[in-house]
Nanobody, 124 residues
Framework: QGQLVESGGDSVQPGGSLRLSCAAS????????LAWFRQVPGKEREGVAA???????HYADSMKDRFTVSKDNAKNILYLQMNSLKPTDTAMYYC??????????????????WGQGTQVTVSS
C-alpha cells in the first residue's frame, strides 16, 4: 500500500521561505503525477504545483513565480520550495499522487493517494 508523508511545515514571517518535503513509498506504477495542494478551513482544496513522472511541471497561476516543485527520483521525495511567502499562503499543505494527466488541471478527483498534511503559517 502506498504512503505519502509530508514534512517541513512551519511558521514564518511574510517574505520568508520554506521547503516542504513529501516522502513517497510503496508505489510501483511508472506513469504518475505528484502534486501539492493546499486548503484553509471553509475553502476548497486547491492545486498548487505538480510534477509528472517525466519531470514536467505545472503550477497554479498565482504561485508560479514564487513556488518551485521538484522531485528526487532516487530518494522518492517530492519537494515544494516556497519563496516570498505571504499571509495568504497560510494553509494546510498536502501532497498527492494520481494519474499522470492529473498534473495538467490539478483536480482533486484525479488523485487517489494523499498525505496527512503539513501546516504552513505566514504571519508577522
Amino acid at each position: 500500500q502506498g504512503q505519502l508523508v509530508e514534512s517541513g511545515g512551519d511558521s514564518v514571517q511574510p517574505g520568508g521561505s520554506l521547503r516542504l518535503s513529501c516522502a513517497a513509498s510503496g508505489y510501483a506504477d511508472s506513469n504518475y503525477c505528484l502534486a501539492w495542494f493546499r486548503q484553509v478551513p471553509g475553502k476548497e482544496r486547491e492545486g498548487v504545483a505538480a510534477i509528472d513522472s517525466r519531470g514536467t511541471t505545472h503550477y497554479a497561476d498565482s504561485m508560479k513565480d514564487r513556488f518551485t516543485v521538484s522531485k528526487d527520483n532516487a530518494k522518492n521525495i517530492l519537494y515544494l520550495q516556497m519563496n516570498s511567502l505571504k499571509p495568504t499562503d497560510t494553509a494546510m499543505y498536502y501532497c498527492a499522487r494520481g494519474v499522470w494527466f492529473g498534473c495538467v488541471q490539478m483536480r482533486r478527483g484525479f488523485f487517489d493517494y494523499w498525505g496527512q498534511g503539513t501546516q504552513v503559517t505566514v504571519s508577522s
